[in-house]
């Protein structure tokens, strides 16, 4: 793992291959080991950088509170420096946000966008505010997420157990438990909220969902992939983590969206 610098402090981050660049974020709670299987998939010629937030896997706390701008911030700094002629940007649940965030504030960057159960569409009505208090409190989160983690996770691979086991580990102790509970609890903010400029979203887009998942519900990503103009909506048979629980699944949708993608980017334009 190497480190980068960001505004949200040092992150750690995983590069394989070489060629044309995917950046892949993971959900809160877990890290970049969630791409792993994915990542196998994927055909020579792409690059893939994956990465852990700020006070998770082998990133040390980050520089401030961790909230959802905080981690989209990262995400943007890491493209930035890395891709700077753009990737495609792939993101489930708060890294869905980040993902999101960035093809509507730098769509330079965001060569194709892949939202994977992601946050941002939900609002603010008070079950939600409600929900997110409670996990923004650390004795409760740390009590609550064996639990929690198992009914949104739906596990049946060994990825699946490896992804949950992760994001229990995280949540343990401080510093991850104290990120991931500020981070529940800056969900609520307005900042969270993407839908009034979803439609501006220039960048080819993909919305990838598990439909058994009970966190972010599949009416959610439809109503994205209805929000975004030409966005393709693609279900899997998962919980919150469709590239764990299928990756091949995952892989056969999101390898010929990315190499289409990158293809046209390449193509020289017309005299």
């Not at 949200?8 to 709670?29: K, M, N």
Request: proline share 9%; aromatic share 6%.
């Amino acid at each position: 793992m190497d480190m980068l610098e960001t505004p949200a402090g040092p992150i750690a981050y995983d590069v394989r291959g070489a060629g044309p660049t995917v950046v892949l974020l993971p959900s809160g709670a877990h890290d970049h080991h969630d791409y792993d299987e994915l990542r196998a998939l994927l055909p020579e010629g792409l690059r893939s950088i994956a990465l852990d937030w700020p006070a998770h896997g082998a990133s040390p706390p980050g520089d401030g509170p961790a909230t959802v701008t905080r981690f989209a911030d990262a995400a943007q700094a890491l493209v930035e420096q890395l891709a700077p002629e753009g990737a495609v940007v792939v993101g489930n649940s708060v890294g869905g946000f980040s993902a999101t965030r960035l093809a509507i504030r730098r769509p330079d960057l965001v060569r194709g966008l892949v939202i994977i159960d992601g946050g941002g569409f939900v609002g603010r009505p008070p079950h939600v505010r409600a929900f997110c208090a409670l996990m923004s409190r650390p004795g409760f989160l740390r009590r609550i997420y064996p639990a929690f983690s198992a009914l949104y996770m739906r596990a049946r691979t060994d990825a699946d157990r490896r992804s949950r086991d992760a994001g229990v580990a995280t949540t343990r102790r401080d510093p991850g438990l104290k990120a991931v509970a500020e981070l529940w609890g800056s969900f609520t903010s307005p900042e969270h909220d993407l839908r009034a400029d979803a439609a501006g979203i220039t960048a080819p887009t993909l919305v990838l969902w598990g439909r058994r998942d009970p966190v972010i519900p599949r009416r959610v990503g439809r109503r994205i992939a209805a929000t975004i103009p030409g966005a393709r909506y693609v279900e899997f048979d998962t919980g919150h983590v469709p590239h764990t629980s299928d990756p091949q699944g995952v892989a056969d949708v999101l390898v010929p969206f990315a190499e289409a993608v990158l293809a046209e980017d390449r193509e020289p334009a017309m005299a």
